[in-house]
């Protein structure tokens, strides 16, 4: 019983030591990135209630969430996604401000994905949220916000993939399919599954120049000239208009100088319901996994009593790390501090040395002499990271 004590839950795990104090660098770099766009740091609750999370948000579907009842009967959730908790707190502290708002977080979310998927079940994710601008600029500069905080990560090769909810939405309105075949749809079309496509498309009766464009959606992916090409097969007004709004995101891209980092993928599509424009994703080697999303969702503030367009962006910084590990980029943290190892007679000299070392910024780590070997010392020096061993 006490060796299963010493393990952790499936999906969780612990960090400590340089592994943590890699992360912490990491995610500090990014948050700092954030800060100098003007973003201002907030907080939410781990848990909350589970309406601000249920079906109609376009959230988490309900079976993978973590849910428990407190003592007056309400259901709670372990929050599986921070954006409706940041549209709630806009909704609630900033309900008359009409000029942006720029809010980050930092924090875990809680997603109770199969076992056989392999996948934590607690990750770390820092996020930004721009609220009150609706303009193509904006989505513009999340997307130079993203790749920022990437780069500053340390990471060198990776690509944003740009895609548009609401150019689908308006080709599923047009061949009037119900939910369960735009579920369906959606599906096949984020598996790449062209043969699927074809399959659902030959049951319905829509037109020939309608099944072209889903059936592209499969495999439409790439530079600019993916949209400009795509605006040519459809004379849908809200698809044209989605597609020209991409067009402006990216002309505004152009002028961060970030477009080598950007390309174009209108097959991508997102399990969060709430999104309504734009959506990002970021890719690397050395991980099958996205290591940043994000998308604009001008609907769901409003669900909370506060209309206000709105735009965010997450780095998944558990998959970002383990990129960089495998890429090599994960430096071992230079070792800076100082253990002072003292005698009976030396300590009130040690903790004042001590004292003097840590108000000019050093870490100190004291140790009373215990007949410890150099080479322990050494060792353990190492080990907590003390570049110097002061004896005393």
Known sequence: MKDILLHTPEGVRDIYNSEFQRKDAVENSMKEVMKHYGFHQFMTPTFEYF???NKERGTVPSKDMY???????????LRPDM?????????KYFKNDELP?????HGSVFVNHSGYQGKLKESTQIGAELYNDATPEADAEMAALMIDCLSASGLTKFQVVAGQADFFRALVEEAGFNEEETDELRRLIEMKNVFGVEQLLSEKEISTELKDVFTKLSSHFGSIETIHNMKRLTKNERAVAALTRLEQFYDALCLYGKEEHISFDLGMLSQFNYYTGIL????????GDVIAAGGRYDSLVEQFGKQAPAIGIAVY??????ALLRQGLLEHPAAEGTLIVYSETGKKEAVAKAAKLRAEGVAVTLMKDGAHTEDALKNYAEHIGAKNILHI
């Open 51 to 53: 309406d601000i999370f």
């Open 67 to 77: 849910k428990f009842v407190d003592r007056d009967g309400e259901t709670l959730v």
């Open 83 to 91: 954006t409706p908790q940041a549209a709630r707190c806009v909704a």
């Open 101 to 105: 708002i720029r809010l980050f977080y």
């Open 280 to 287: 990002f994703r970021a890719y690397t080697h050395g991980t």
């Open 317 to 322: 910084s558990d998959q970002l790390l383990t």
